[in-house]
């Protein structure tokens, strides 16, 4: 892994043009080829989990599998409703519905208990999660049908429709994330640089790189289906360590091209950089993308998906810093070294050969505050990152219900409304059955005693619905929960249902396996999955970070030291995430409504995606400590000027990556929005309270132990710096 950087840059700095072409000809065949290909999107049994998804595929293979179903609401614009408007309404969205090549069926009108409102349920052809492919001509009828009755109030709802209005929302608060992250990127990195070219550098690469991430990751998708997120975890990574490995890689280019005076000629200084950040930028992408692997421990589409997208887009921005940076720069060297001309010209030639290290004036104070009291610098910083961490304790996990969507989709303002007139729509339980051949009358027997052991629960409410497959050795009973899935109501009701009424009723029967699904099962089921699967992958993550970091720099002391660091950084943030997000004082602040409750997705993701790009400045820091040891510098000055060397491209990097992620709090969808906070958060507390205070202070009291067991030996420096190939 020494050799490979610097194998690929000279071969890159040798042959500039080639590595350029190649580059770009390499995105366009990736891009090209997904395209052509297209993706392999997540399929309805692909979701299915815990015992919600075990009687889904009983049900299935009765067929009676659940279908796409939209409603359409029809009330009075003012006051009460016009009956016999509605009637004929209802009448007219039948007949449109009914000729539509994508409907199956269409129930009768159904009035709301309080004479409201009218609804007509549409079911369309085709399994769930393709109903949003093929709602647009049923929202076209129904706009029809509301042009035809302008007394009425015609709306339509259903799960395709807020399918289709949550990805709508998605793709626009993305698009408006890109437009913020972008002139934020391209500014903080014209104030490092100092210079345009150089800046377009690391924007170019990390965007080239998210568009062959794409391609490829649609061709991987035929391995690893993808459940629609793919792409965001893509364009939140990739633009955040595509900038990051190639701002890593730029800052130590211009450091030893000013440290060289002009000796060396732009071939050998990428070289010298090659050997140096080249070899922190694999080990980086190796750690994000060996990190973000273990997430398919969690057997999990949707992990599944983020895993595949992560290490897609960490080891293709690695491959672009390695090969056309490095061409780039040769590229941009002869304009460097005329600024650097330029400059010598006006402030003197020391001036101009001065290499430009300091992290500036915050971070030499608080150096040199943790080198003169190491101990209680670390006291102080590991007690307030366990304070913030303390939060995690009360951490209350649920799947993000559909009632949390953002009211901004037309369709959840309709779901709304159609739930306050019809409140036994708001969620369901299905119990479903197979039995073996002759015990099908007796499995349909002790459901209709189910049906009656539970009519008179008022946590239930209409009438419950039995149905058989062709055969009847699978049946299905649909009890109506007039409350939604979070609601304790739902939640209690769904726990009795299991652990009380079925094994009454459907216990005493052999042959006969019982399941239940629905909403609330759905809701229930999905977070203690993730909950059995999370000690599984935090156990895996800290094995891989110990390992990782333990073998690149040859130092068990070390491995522990990073898995330690980690687990503060991934800590504190989501203790943060908890304080914020799970109680109502900064709705305000951050524009969103509580649900006092953390997805159930993004501890999960959160966990292994920090401890991945944690990794970034981790190695990047270490090994300017280390390269300073093997030369020779004792331990104390190497840690104090490794990290303050280190310590300007560390903070520029942070403020990428914080822009990035911080653009995501802005997005509509909860969990999103958590995710985006949460990520921000610990690249902040990672890049100041970890790199500077934590880090030095630890390493400081360790001393040369920090190796062991290892033996730090001089080295002299590479080739290309011990004899420099003059300008000219």
């Known amino acids: 892994m020494n050799d490979l950087p610097v194998r690929t840059a000279r071969w890159s700095a040798g042959h500039p043009w080639r590595a350029i072409v190649g580059w770009f000809l390499f995105v366009v065949l990736c891009l090209g080829a997904g395209l052509t290909i297209g993706g392999n999107a997540a399929t309805t049994e692909d979701f299915r989990v815990g015992e919600a998804g075990r009687?889904?595929?009983?049900?299935?293979?009765?067929?009676?599998?659940?279908?796409?179903?939209?409603?359409?609401?029809?009330?009075?614009?003012?006051?009460?409703l016009d009956l016999t408007a509605a009637d004929v309404a209802a009448r007219d969205v039948t007949e449109r519905m009914r000729a539509l090549p994508e409907v199956e069926s269409v129930a009768g009108p159904v009035r709301s208990a309080d004479g409201t409102a009218l609804r007509v349920d549409i079911t369309l052809k085709g399994p769930e999660l393709d109903g949003k492919k093929h709602v647009d001509p049923l929202h076209a009828q129904t706009?029809?049908?509301?042009?035809?009755?302008?007394?009425?109030?015609?709306?339509?709802?259903?799960?395709?429709?807020?399918?289709?209005?949550?990805g709508e929302l998605?793709?626009?608060?993305?698009?408006?994330?890109?437009?913020?992250?972008?002139?934020?990127?391209?500014?903080?990195?014209?104030?490092?640089?100092?210079?345009?070219?150089?800046?377009?550098?690391?924007?170019?690469?990390?965007?080239?790189?998210?568009?062959?991430?794409?391609?490829?990751?649609?061709?991987?998708?035929?391995?690893?289906?993808?459940?629609?997120?793919?792409?965001?975890?893509?364009?939140?990574?990739?633009?955040?360590?595509?900038?990051?490995?190639?701002?890593?890689?730029?800052?130590?280019?211009?450091e030893e091209r000013a440290r060289s005076g002009g000796g060396l000629t732009s071939q050998a200084v990428v070289e010298l950089a090659a050997a140096t950040s080249g070899r922190a930028v694999v080990l980086s992408g190796i750690a994000v993308a060996v990190s973000s692997a273990t997430l398919y421990l969690a057997d999990d589409v949707i992990f599944s998906s983020i895993a595949t997208g992560a290490i897609i887009v960490s080891l293709v921005a690695v491959a672009s810093s390695l090969t056309i940076l490095p061409a780039?720069?040769?590229?941009?060297?002869?304009?460097?070294?005329?600024?650097?001309?330029?400059?010598?010209?006006?402030?003197?030639?020391?001036?101009?050969?001065?290499?430009?290290?300091?992290?500036?004036?915050?971070?030499?104070v608080l150096l040199r505050l943790t080198s003169t009291h190491p101990a209680v610098a670390l006291g102080v910083a590991v007690t307030g990152l366990?304070?913030?961490?303390?939060?995690?304790?009360s951490m209350n996990l649920t799947d993000m219900g559909r009632e949390t969507h953002p009211r901004d989709i037309p369709a959840m303002r309709t779901y709304d409304r159609l739930n306050a007139a019809f409140p036994e729509l708001k969620s369901m339980h299905q119990v479903v059955v197979h039995a073996e051949p002759g015990r099908t009358a007796e499995a349909a027997a002790a459901l209709h005693d189910l049906a009656d052991r539970v009519k008179d629960d008022p946590r239930l409410t209409g009438t419950a619905d039995l149905r058989a497959s062709a055969d009847g050795r699978v049946q299905l009973l649909e009890l109506p929960v007039p409350h939604h899935v979070s609601e304790p109501e739902a939640r209690t009701s769904l726990h009795d249902l299991r652990a009380e009424h079925i094994p009454a009723v459907l216990g005493p029967l052999d042959g006969v396996e019982t399941a239940v699904t629905g909403d609330v099962a759905?809701?229930?089921?999905?977070?203690?999955?993730?909950?059995?699967?999370?000690?599984?992958?935090?156990?895996?993550?800290?094995?891989?970070?110990?390992?990782?970091?333990?073998?690149?720099?040859?130092?068990?002391?070390?491995?522990?030291?990073?898995?330690?660091?980690?687990?503060?950084?991934?800590?504190?943030?989501?203790?943060?995430?908890?304080?914020?997000?799970?109680?109502?004082?900064?709705?305000?602040?951050?524009?969103?409504?509580?649900?006092?409750?953390?997805?159930?997705?993004?501890?999960?993701?959160?966990?292994?995606?920090?401890?991945?790009?944690?990794?970034?400045?981790?190695?990047?820091?270490?090994?300017?400590?280390?390269?300073?040891?093997?030369?020779?510098?004792?331990?104390?000055?190497?840690?104090?000027?490794?990290?303050?060397?280190?310590?300007?491209?560390?903070?520029?990097a942070a403020f990428v990556m914080v822009t990035v992620f911080a653009s995501f709090v802005g997005l509509h969808i909860m969990e999103m929005k958590q995710m985006g906070f949460a990520l921000a958060v610990a690249v902040l507390l990672d890049a100041v309270v970890i790199r500077i205070l934590v880090l030095p202070a630890l390493l400081l009291m360790l001393g040369d132990r920090t190796w062991w067991p290892s033996r730090t030996a001089r080295r002299t420096r590479p080739a290309a710096a011990a004899n420099p190939a003059k300008v000219g």
Do not use: C
Request: proline share 4%; glycine share 10%; charged share 15%.
């Open 143 to 166: 706009a029809e049908v509301q042009k035809a009755h302008p007394g009425l109030l015609v709306e339509e709802t259903g799960s395709p429709s807020i399918s289709k209005g949550v």
């Open 170 to 254: 998605r793709s626009s608060d993305l698009a408006r994330t890109e437009a913020i992250a972008l002139p934020v990127t391209l500014i903080t990195l014209l104030l490092v640089f100092g210079s345009i070219a150089l800046a377009v550098v690391p924007l170019l690469l990390a965007l080239s790189s998210i568009a062959a991430s794409i391609g490829l990751s649609m061709l991987a998708s035929h391995a690893f289906p993808d459940a629609g997120v793919g792409t965001n975890v893509i364009l939140l990574i990739g633009l955040a360590v595509g900038v990051d490995y190639t701002l890593f890689y730029l800052k130590r280019e211009r």
């Open 55 to 80: 009687a889904e595929a009983m049900a299935a293979e009765g067929g009676l599998g659940q279908k796409p179903v939209e409603r359409v609401l029809i009330s009075g614009r003012a006051g009460a």
């Open 386 to 393: 366990l304070l913030l961490t303390a939060p995690l304790l």
């Open 522 to 652: 759905r809701y229930a089921d999905y977070p203690e999955h993730q909950k059995d699967k999370l000690p599984l992958i935090i156990g895996a993550l800290l094995l891989v970070t110990f390992v990782v970091t333990a073998r690149a720099f040859r130092s068990v002391v070390l491995g522990l030291v990073g898995v330690v660091l980690n687990l503060l950084s991934a800590g504190a943030s989501l203790g943060l995430l908890v304080l914020v997000f799970q109680h109502t004082w900064a709705e305000g602040l951050l524009d969103f409504t509580s649900t006092g409750s953390i997805g159930s997705r993004v501890p999960l993701f959160l966990f292994v995606i920090l401890f991945g790009l944690s990794m970034d400045y981790q190695v990047f820091v270490l090994s300017r400590i280390r390269e300073a040891v093997l030369d020779g510098v004792p331990t104390r000055r190497a840690v104090l000027d490794g990290i303050g060397r280190s310590a300007g491209v560390v903070t520029s």
């Open 328 to 364: 780039l720069l040769v590229k941009l060297g002869v304009r460097a070294e005329r600024r650097a001309a330029r400059k010598a010209a006006r402030h003197g030639a020391k001036a101009a050969r001065r290499p430009r290290n300091g992290g500036g004036r915050i971070t030499a």
